[in-house]
């Protein structure tokens, strides 16, 4: 058995390699010959309705498109004559034409369909997106009377119909009910990375799969630029899984065929080279053909680089570039975050390794996130290592909209606690009991063992004091400038590797939030977005950080393992 035989299906270990050679970064799959070339030989006749000559996409679409639609709709497997490939999610850069290709796509895809009356659909996040998949097909069937004949076209329906068959393709905007009695044998989806914050997304993507475990099956073909904020919900879902097949790590027979034109994550957090234009032609297949070359590094130099988080938005859309990996809003710390990382370093874990640990809170309104953090130095090494969790009212899901399918995965993680309505002190007693449980472990030292900032710092004060906390050990901790050092010394630290944390999804979109702001001699850290980037788990980070600051021992131990051996400098 050869090496590309003993690989699960669809992974393709050599992905970068082929990036690199021009090639599709996507595994190589069995296909029908036959069906392959008369799916070529349609799409190829398409012209581009939007531009100057209305070339065909013969002349106008790069190969690498070829090689995507061939594989989702002529792939077959040798042995059963049944395609193999039921879905493919293509991440490609913005200006790749995917919206335009994803319309020829749909209408290759209902001119080979001969089964009558099915129904296929074509879907946008927004209205905005799904009309413009729209335009587009419906433009390459106005410019050829051929295709007047083969198709018919509703504006009011935003249906394209196939007179042979009264099979039809529907343009349909995201949402519920998009499905409801339907069993579409082709779903395209445009701009998956948007669905990432609509609340209910899941639950719509469930139904349109649900099509695919019929008798008839049913087709996902998902195309999408990167986020422009770190991924989540659907989005974060669907990535992880692509990777992982990608990378032949989710088992031996997956139906999604990965294409991510992207660069490796160590790459991505490289910023000098994904910044040089020399590199962007590998994650860019239509550079040169949409795409203006010169065009593309003027627009970096005039409107890319006017801030960082211009320059976020840019990488994230144009090359992308994942935010929380090779971006953020410009907190120099959150270059190293991912680089510190100890996988399985949870509290119970923390606890077991620690001479001491401090907890920092951070406290908000009913609308906002309330947070913890435990910080530890581990015995053996003098390594601080780092645990957190926050806490969201019913308010926040009612007003937080945007932001709900990221905390209902962090929920799920077990980092996020989602409280009842009338659990409103559930956040403030649930720290109370991470205070006990230090304590109960003898690692709070007697005096500065818990910060708080100012909000809801008497109800917390009370808690604390029902769980043998004492006066002594709890602490208000001066915000906004006042913790400069914690924000200074945390970016050195984790530099150094000498802050450890578990590398919980939760603290990577808080660090990727958050944005610093120089004052004289002093720094502070705010949110890059008001009201839908959270930070809340990082202040508490940093409130714990400058109580770990004064070297605190626990109880029963007389110095700290800095002055018994004399390692680690910060």
């Not at 594989?71 to 335009?100: H, M």
């Not at 990375?193 to 349109?208: F, T």
């Not at 992207?262 to 910044?275: M, N, S, T, V």
Request: some cysteine; glycine content about 8%.
């Amino acid at each position: 058995m050869s090496n590309s035989e003993a690989l699960p299906r669809f992974a393709c270990p050599d992905w970068w390699e082929r990036l690199q050679a021009g090639l599709p970064p996507m595994a190589e799959v069995p296909v029908n010959e036959e069906r392959a070339q008369r799916v070529v030989t349609f799409f190829n006749r398409l012209r581009l309705p939007d531009v100057a000559g209305a070339p065909y996409l013969a002349d106008a679409c790069g190969d690498w498109f070829r090689d995507i639609l061939v594989a989702f709709l002529a792939s077959e497997d040798p042995e059963t004559f049944q395609p193999i490939v039921w879905e493919l999610l293509c991440e490609v850069p913005k200006k790749n034409s995917k919206t335009t290709y994803a319309a020829g796509l749909g209408l290759t895809a209902l001119y080979m369909e001969e089964t009558p009356n099915r129904k296929m659909m074509l879907v946008g996040p927004s209205q905005a997106i799904s009309g413009r998949c729209f335009d587009q097909a419906r433009g390459m069937i106005d410019i050829d009377d051929t295709l007047k004949k083969i198709f018919h076209v509703s504006d009011s329906d935003s249906e394209i119909t196939r007179r042979k068959t009264n099979t039809s393709l529907a343009v349909k905007t995201f949402g519920t009910n998009i499905v409801t009695g339907e069993i579409p044998v082709l779903t395209i989806i445009d701009e998956v990375h948007e669905l990432g914050k609509l609340p209910r997304a899941a639950a719509v993507m469930q139904q349109i799969r649900g099509g695919g475990i019929t008798k008839q099956r049913g087709k996902l073909l998902m195309i999408t630029t990167q986020s422009d904020e770190s991924p989540a919900g659907v989005w974060r879902t669907e990535l992880d899984k692509a990777r992982k097949i990608r990378d032949g790590r989710a088992g031996p027979s997956p139906i999604m065929l990965p294409v991510l034109y992207e660069f490796p994550l160590e790459l991505q957090r490289k910023q000098e080279f994904w910044r040089d234009p020399a590199n962007w032609g590998l994650v860019l297949p239509n550079l040169g053909l949409s795409i203006d070359p010169q065009a593309l590094r003027d627009d970096y130099s005039n409107n890319g680089r006017v801030s960082k988080h211009a320059e976020q938005i840019w990488a994230s859309q144009h090359l992308n570039i994942e935010i929380g990996v090779g971006l953020s809003a410009g907190w120099l710390g959150a270059q190293y975050w991912e680089d510190c990382i100890e996988v399985g370093l949870t509290l119970d874990e923390l606890i077991e390794r620690s001479e001491v640990a401090v907890q920092g809170i951070d406290g908000g309104g009913l609308d906002d996130l309330f947070a913890e953090a435990v910080i530890g130095r581990c015995r053996e090494t003098g390594r601080w290592l780092h645990w957190a969790r926050a806490f969201a009212h019913p308010e926040v899901f009612e007003l937080r909209e945007e932001i709900v399918p990221r905390l209902k995965k962090f929920a799920e993680d077990g980092d996020l606690v989602e409280l009842a309505d009338d659990d409103t002190s559930g956040d403030v007693s649930r720290v109370a009991e991470t205070a006990a449980r230090l304590l109960a472990a003898g690692l709070l030292p007697e005096q500065g063992a818990i910060g708080v900032d100012t909000t809801n710092s008497a109800a917390i004060q009370f808690q604390m004091f029902g769980k043998g906390i004492t006066y002594e050990q709890l602490v208000i901790v001066g915000q906004d400038w006042r913790l400069s050092p914690a924000i200074w010394g945390l970016e050195r630290m984790l530099k150094q590797k000498t802050f450890l944390h578990g590398g919980q999804d939760l603290m990577a979109w808080t660090v990727g939030n958050a944005k610093p702001e120089i004052k004289g001699s002093a720094v502070r850290i705010t949110k890059e977005v008001a009201g839908k980037s959270k930070i809340d788990p990082l202040m508490a980070t940093l409130n714990a950080f400058m109580l770990m600051l004064r070297d605190p021992v626990g109880a029963g131990i007389e110095e700290s393992v800095y002055a018994a051996r004399g390692i680690l400098t910060i």
